[in-house]
């Protein structure tokens, strides 16, 4: 099972100071965040997209190259790789380039966004949002498998035997998971692939990913790729530590409270019933991720979110040391001791590798 962390790059205001980081201080502190995942040997580290103040990561895949260049062994990933209003050639091209520097190091994460302006900035039309996502991957998913590409779409002009380079690694495509938290049509698709589905369960009750979850599962085994409880899940969390959950509380809740996310919505105490979010010492952050497993059977990506809200670079540290000592070597014995030994691990580079060598000889 993969643990990591995943950000989205905004630049808020520290409530407790009332200082604001300049674009290149957040730029280069979700760098040391990347850094300092790899050092207390995390898996993943993954950042989103977005085209919009108060977030900066709008090129993804320079940010995670310039990464690859000072880690060793960290998988590189998006948390949203927008698949309506980036072009699939580009995406493929990038994608491909990225995996080569990264000698396999990478995936990505394709979803839609949450920010409804970012169609027209491209070019779309937002309630074309679901068909652009079907033909976009379509496409993208051909673009990686084919030598010479000769396609018709709707929403972008004809290829006629084009090549997209450089090709993938080894002649693997980066595995793709596409995340959603509220569409039946993102889960169908990835079921339709055989490839990950990442529900981002961070705002919404348990019981609505539940439900999601169990389709995908079910329409994945429908298409062939294995039973359901073979299909590739992830998961997200968000999660402030102390060692004592009293300290943690009083120290997260003005950071809560005046979130751009969530800010001044339900209490600190409402969210951390209802979602995934956990306030409290290293154990309880363990209890609560292990009960996940328990609405959601057994899932391969663990992704938590850290650096939001303003919270300064040096607690965001502090945070990944107690993650990386305290928690994560936890859960990744009881996870592996709990899943059966026909579900998947966490698909890389090199299992997919493998894979494709053992078809290949069969």
């Known amino acids: 099972m993969h643990f990591g962390i995943f950000t ?10 009332g200082r604001t980081p300049t674009e290149a201080e957040r730029i280069k502190a979700m760098v040391a965040i ?27 895949t320079t940010m995670l190259g310039y990464i690859a260049a000072r880690t060793e062994r960290i998988m590189l990933s998006t948390s949203t790789t927008l698949i309506t209003t980036n072009d699939p050639v580009k995406i493929a ?31 779309k039309d937002i309630r074309e949002g679901i068909p652009l ?36 690694l080894d002649d693997v495509p980066p595995f793709v998971w596409h995340g959603s938290i509220r569409s039946p049509e993102i889960a ?10 990442f529900a981002n369960n961070i705002f919404w009750p348990r019981d609505h990913f539940v439900r999601l979850i169990d389709l995908y599962r079910r329409r994945f085994e429908h298409y062939g790729h294995g039973s359901a409880d073979q299909a ?7 999660v402030f530590m102390r060692k ?27 969210f951390t019933d209802q979602t995934p979010l956990t306030v409290g010492s290293p154990q309880e952050v363990i209890d609560k991720t292990l009960s996940f497993r328990e609405s959601f059977g057994d899932y391969q990506r663990q992704l938590f979110l850290m650096d939001h809200a303003g919270l300064p ?27 059966p030994a026909h579900v998947p691990e966490a698909p890389t580079h090199a299992s997919l590798l493998a894979a494709k060598k053992a078809e290949v000889l069969s």
């Not at 169908?188 to 589905?197: H, L, S, V």
Request: aromatic content about 10%; overall charge negative.
């Open 93 to 123: 091209e990038d994608f491909a380039m990225l995996q080569h520097l990264a000698g396999g190091r990478v995936d990505l994460m394709l979803g839609r966004g949450n920010t409804g302006p970012v169609y027209p900035w491209f070019g």
């Open 188 to 197: 169908e698709q990835a079921a339709y692939y055989g490839d990950g589905f």
């Open 34 to 60: 990347a850094e300092k995942a790899e050092e207390v040997g995390l898996d993943v580290f993954a950042t989103g997209e977005h085209h919009n103040p108060p977030f900066v990561p709008s090129s993804p």
């Open 133 to 168: 996502a079907v033909e976009n991957y379509a496409l993208l998913h051909k673009l990686w498998r084919e030598d010479v590409v000769n396609w018709q779409g709707r929403f972008r002009t004809p290829l006629q035997s084009f090549t997209s380079t450089p090709r993938p």
């Open 244 to 270: 004592n959950s009293q300290d943690a509380v009083r120290e997260f809740r003005p950071y809560f409270d005046n979130a751009p996310v969530y800010g001044h919505g339900p209490s600190l105490e409402e």
């Open 232 to 238: 590739i899940v992830g998961l997200g969390g968000q």
């Open 8 to 17: 989205v790059g905004d630049v808020t205001t520290d409530p407790t100071t």
């Open 313 to 339: 670079l040096k607690t965001v540290l502090e945070q990944l040391d107690l993650l990386g000592e305290e928690v994560v070597p936890v859960l990744r014995r009881e996870f592996d001791a709990l899943r």
